[in-house]
């Protein structure tokens, strides 16, 4: 079924009644050609570009839980192509362009809004960096405007500019940044994928990984034996137990970052806004309820919630940017697993076995890029060849020195 | 979540600092092969469950700690002292 607006109103005319579900509930078949570990977000945009790019249709999505139960579903929802390092910089770039066409292609409204990111400074030292990044975004073909302290005033007239602790000097504008509705693109994605003939299974968590003489034949789940001759491990936070069943050790450590939502409120924040001093960052979603959120836990855990002293800190930094927000209340919190890097930078390669391949290491910033890594993921496996906007993603590159610490932050992987 | 600190008994998790899997303590030699380094920089066994990592009592006695704790839970079973271990 096409959305369209016609639909809509005929639809409101007539009780609704003529809604179909979005996505089939197929049973596993025995054999699919490829066989994608994990249903969310860079899952499912890996199945639609494996059936759209390169008509590769008898595919499954193995997911353990529901489509969006995992951190598709938990986000932020920050969408942004400011990267730096070479690498890095080309695959956000190319990520944000497909965001652009995202609606047409999926006939979806994933709601994505370039509302514009500021990313605030305060030093001397903070601007010269920011300068750099702005000009390296702009060499990337995307876009970047530094402002001043007054420049930041005019877009963001509510902020504490005379803190004495972290004075704002100015902020980085991404114009093109902005923000999408998270569950919304996992679900354009998977109607988008289910369309074009692949089988989408839910309840299903794999629990084996069948390989004979280093070749891929197949896995074990929770449903039974399933055959192909490509399997790929997209399970974000769960990578370390999945890649195990193929008896790797990967470069990951899991984390949990939280995130919260006050009470709807009046369009007050028209901007994503991040304070890196304090470790905030804040939007307004257009439901009204401000989401904002901060840095991980910083240790390892496997809990989809966090713990207080993180709440307390998020909470303090919101209160020293913006004393506005001070009487909206908190509705909810939440957490996350992230799958972090020793570089803060993804994985998007194939592994020592033949047709088993790899999409990981995400940490907090793989919303953004789902539509990139589907498609550079889907080029991988389909062709056998990294894609160009993905070549620096290996698996090897922590072996070989290659890293890509965007951050420079140092080989530890809470620190990105 | 608290930890129990052999020397300065149960405190709260702010006086702590994190730094990671117990892997920290196997330090190759300086010739040792690239792979013993990426070892030991890189790769973790990142259990969903029972763990062993490193915290250091920042606000407290100044000592590295060694904690057994359970990743999904949040459970901590024992705390030792990094220098007592390494005697
Ligand atoms: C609080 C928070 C804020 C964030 N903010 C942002 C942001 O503002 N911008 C941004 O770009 N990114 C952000 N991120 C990061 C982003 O959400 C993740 O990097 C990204 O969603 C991870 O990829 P995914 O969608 O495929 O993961 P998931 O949705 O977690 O998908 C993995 C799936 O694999 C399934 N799975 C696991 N094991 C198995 C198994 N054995 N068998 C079958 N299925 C299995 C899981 O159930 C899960 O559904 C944020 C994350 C969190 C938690
Ligand atoms: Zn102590």
């Known amino acids: 079924m096409r959305y369209s607006g016609l639909k809509v109103i005929t639809e409101g005319l007539f009780g609704n009644k003529g809604w179909k579900p979005a996505w089939r509930d197929p049973a596993p078949k025995a054999e699919y050609d490829a066989i994608i570990i994990g249903g969310g977000g860079h899952g499912l945009a890996t199945a639609f570009y494996l059936a759209k790019n390169h008509g590769l249709t008898n595919v499954a999505v193995l997911e353990k839980g529901y489509i969006g139960s995992g951190n598709i579903g938990r986000n932020t929802t920050i969408v942004r192509a400011n990267y730096f390092l070479p690498g890095n910089s080309e695959f956000y770039s190319h990520s944000l362009k497909l965001w652009e066409g995202l609606e047409a292609e999926l006939n979806y409204n994933v709601m994505h809004s370039q509302r514009g990111l500021i990313n605030l400074f305060h030093s001397d030292g903070q601007r010269d960096a920011f300068a750099r990044r702005g000009n390296a975004m702009i060499n990337q073909g995307d876009d970047a405007i530094l402002l001043d302290r007054e420049g930041v005033r005019e877009h963001l007239p509510y902020l504490d500019f005379e803190q004495t602790r972290f004075p704002i000097y100015g902020g980085l504008l991404h114009p093109r940044g902005g923000s999408a509705r998270h569950d919304a693109v996992a679900w354009g994605y998977a109607r988008g994928a289910d369309r074009r003939g692949v089988d989408l299974i839910q309840n299903c968590e794999v629990t084996g990984i069948d390989i004979e003489n280093g070749v891929v034949k197949g896995v074990q789940t929770s449903r039974g034996a399933i055959r192909a001759k490509k399997v790929a491990i997209i399970v974000a936070g769960r990578s370390s137990q999945v890649a195990a069943m193929a008896g790797m050790r990967l470069p990951i450590e899991s984390h949990v970052l939280q995130a919260f939502v006050t009470e709807g409120l009046k369009p007050v924040i028209n901007h994503v806004v991040s304070f890196g001093m304090g470790h905030f960052y804040i939007s307004q979603s257009d439901k009204g309820g401000l989401v904002f959120g901060g840095d991980l836990d910083f240790y390892a855990s496997y809990a989809s919630r966090g713990n207080l002293p993180m709440v307390e800190h998020v909470m303090e930094a919101g209160m020293t940017l913006m004393p506005m927000i001070g009487r909206a209340k908190v509705l909810r919190s939440w957490g996350g697993i992230m799958d972090m890097s020793p570089d803060g930078s993804p994985i998007i390669d194939k592994t020592h076995v033949e047709g088993l391949f790899i999409d990981c290491g995400w940490n907090y910033g793989g919303f953004k890029a789902v539509p990139a890594s589907g498609w550079c993921m889907a080029h991988l496996m389909a062709t056998g060849e990294s894609h160009e906007v993905a070549r620096k993603f290996r698996l090897n590159r922590f072996a070989t020195g290659h890293l890509l610490d965007e951050e420079g932050t140092g080989s530890q992987h809470n620190l990105h | ?87």
């Open chain 2, 1 to 87: 979540m608290r930890l129990k600190c052999p020397l300065c008994g149960e405190r709260d998790r702010r006086e702590f600092h994190y730094y990671g899997a117990e892997d920290y303590l196997h330090r190759p030699e300086v010739d040792a092969e690239p792979a013993a380094w990426d070892n030991y920089l890189h790769l973790r066994d990142n259990p969903a469950g029972m763990t062993r990592d490193l915290w250091y009592h920042e606000a407290g006695c100044a000592q590295w700690l060694l904690v057994t704790r359970n990743t999904v839970t949040h459970e901590i079973s024992a705390v030792e002292l990094v220098a007592e271990r390494a005697k």
